[in-house]
């Protein structure tokens, strides 16, 4: 093939700004939250781009179980509470005070909770591609939530990611069948902003590590540097932003 028909394949500037920009936008969300119901067309195209997820073996081992109702919420609400009390024992005094300080859900606040779960039994015991490693199922399925956010910032709506939650309380407040597993408990709705970068980052609890110093050439821990300049010449350039779509937008 030639390299102007590989090129062919790309998207448009526009496209390919429109899928950058997603990404570098997207945010968890759990204070911006407004109560402004979501269209269901719109929820319909977030679960569809969900179900066009990549999946082991073609398995499709996801649900989506739509949470409107706020008593089951308020449960779930009381296992995060639980969880989260749980969590901010294990860190450091000071480490566990700023914690304390953290907005860690929007499980009440968002119009809409889904809980994306993992089906141990979707298409048989036998799936091509988990024989080997069998958390390939519960990784697909992440591989949908993911298409959810994604798509959900495009329609400009946020997403937060509830994992404080212990699995048995949140099977049992979703009342969920013993073969069906929760993945993913998501807080959906429109925002009144998106923060420029995660939260977490600004709070100064990490920093983003940089790009250069995860990219290795080979073997672990050798650097692109040596051998491969052109790459980490490139790996640095791009972490600057100067080819980068603006992702502070
Ligand atoms: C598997 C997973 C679980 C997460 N659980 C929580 C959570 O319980 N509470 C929370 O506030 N954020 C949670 N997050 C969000 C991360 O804190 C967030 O993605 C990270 O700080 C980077 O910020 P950004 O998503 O805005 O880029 C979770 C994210 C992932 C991928």
Same mark, same amino acid.
């Given at each position: 093939?030639?390299?102007?028909?590989?090129?062919?394949?790309?998207?448009?500037?526009?496209?390919?700004?429109?899928?950058?920009?997603?990404?570098?936008?997207?945010?968890?969300?759990?204070?911006?939250?407004?109560?402004?119901?979501?269209?269901?067309?719109?929820?319909?195209?977030?679960?569809?781009?969900?179900?066009?997820?990549?999946?082991?073996?073609?398995?499709?081992?996801?649900?989506?179980?739509?949470?409107?109702?706020?008593?089951?919420?308020?449960?779930?609400?009381?296992?995060?509470?639980?969880?989260?009390?749980?969590?901010?024992?294990?860190?450091?005094?000071?480490?566990?005070?700023?914690?304390?300080?953290?907005?860690?859900?929007?499980?009440?606040?968002?119009?809409?909770?889904?809980?994306?779960?993992?089906?141990?039994?979707?298409?048989?015991?036998?799936?091509?591609?988990?024989?080997?490693?069998?958390?390939?199922?519960?990784? =697909? *399925?992440?591989?949908?939530?993911?298409? !959810?956010?994604? %798509?959900?910032?495009? $329609?400009?709506? @946020?997403?937060?990611?509830?994992?404080?939650?212990?699995?048995?309380?949140?099977?049992?407040?979703?009342?969920?069948?013993?073969?069906?597993?929760?993945?993913?408990?998501?807080?959906?709705?429109?925002?009144?902003?998106?923060?420029?970068?995660?939260?977490?980052?600004?709070?100064?609890?990490?920093?983003?590590?940089?790009?250069?110093?995860?990219?290795?050439?080979?073997?672990?821990?050798? =650097? *692109?540097?040596?051998?491969?300049?052109? !790459?980490?010449? %490139?790996?640095?350039? $791009?972490?600057? @932003?100067?080819?980068?779509?603006?992702?502070?937008?």
């Amino acid at each position: 093939m030639s390299r102007a028909s590989m090129k062919d394949h790309a998207f448009k500037p526009d496209m390919k700004e429109g899928l950058y920009r997603a990404i570098h936008s997207r945010r968890d969300i759990r204070s911006q939250f407004l109560p402004d119901p979501i269209p269901e067309e719109v929820l319909a195209r977030l679960l569809l781009a969900a179900h066009h997820a990549p999946s082991v073996g073609y398995s499709q081992p996801w649900d989506f179980l739509m949470i409107r109702d706020l008593k089951t919420r308020q449960a779930v609400h009381t296992a995060f509470l639980k969880a989260t009390e749980d969590a901010a024992q294990k860190f450091p005094k000071e480490k566990s005070d700023q914690y304390r300080t953290f907005k860690l859900e929007g499980i009440r606040e968002a119009p809409l909770n889904i809980c994306v779960t993992y089906d141990h039994s979707r298409s048989g015991p036998v799936v091509i591609g988990r024989t080997a490693v069998p958390v390939m199922g519960p990784y =697909s *399925c992440v591989c949908a939530v993911q298409n !959810l956010w994604l %798509a959900a910032r495009a $329609e400009g709506l @946020g997403l937060g990611w509830v994992s404080i939650v212990y699995n048995r309380d949140l099977s049992a407040a979703l009342d969920l069948p013993d073969h069906i597993e929760p993945i993913a408990y998501l807080c959906i709705g429109y925002v009144s902003g998106f923060p420029p970068e995660p939260e977490l980052e600004t709070a100064g609890w990490l920093p983003r590590v940089p790009l250069t110093e995860i990219v290795h050439d080979g073997r672990f821990g050798i =650097s *692109c540097a040596g051998n491969w300049p052109e !790459l980490h010449q %490139a790996l640095l350039k $791009e972490q600057k @932003g100067i080819y980068s779509f603006p992702n502070k937008k």
